[in-house]
Nanobody, 124 residues
């Protein structure tokens, strides 16, 4: 069992930056593929970014490519999402997720554990 706790959300103006953190419990964090998803009001949860076990491989949704950066620190059991050049359409609840096995990293169904989410609001 893995518990994930997100933090770092808040209110920011368009063009600003935020860094989300996701702290994981357990000793096997380094064996999980980690992902970030988001869900805006009235919309389905969507993929944002993912990172491999070692951090060597990263994947991004087209909508955030070049603006967001995912990273991980296995010594701290933490994954990060650096968000720059934020836009009002980035407003959503952001969720951290962990996958035990390789799969379609952009699919919700590939992930076994989820955090409770953190709100990000970008004002225009």
């Amino acid at each position: 069992q893995v518990e994930l706790v997100e933090s770092g959300g808040g209110l920011v103006q368009a063009g600003g930056s935020l860094r989300l953190s996701c702290a994981a419990s357990g000793r096997t964090f380094s064996t999980y593929i980690m992902g970030w998803f988001r869900q805006a009001p009235g919309k389905e949860r969507e993929f944002v970014a993912a990172i491999s076990w070692t951090g060597d491989n990263t994947y991004y949704a087209d909508s955030v490519k070049g603006r967001f950066t995912i990273s991980r620190d296995n010594a701290k059991n933490t994954v990060y999402l650096q968000m720059n050049s934020l836009k009002p359409e980035d407003t959503a609840v952001y969720y951290c997720a962990a996958a035990k096995r390789r799969g379609e990293y952009s699919s919700l169904h590939a992930y076994d554990y989820w955090g409770q989410g953190t709100q990000v609001t970008v004002s225009s």
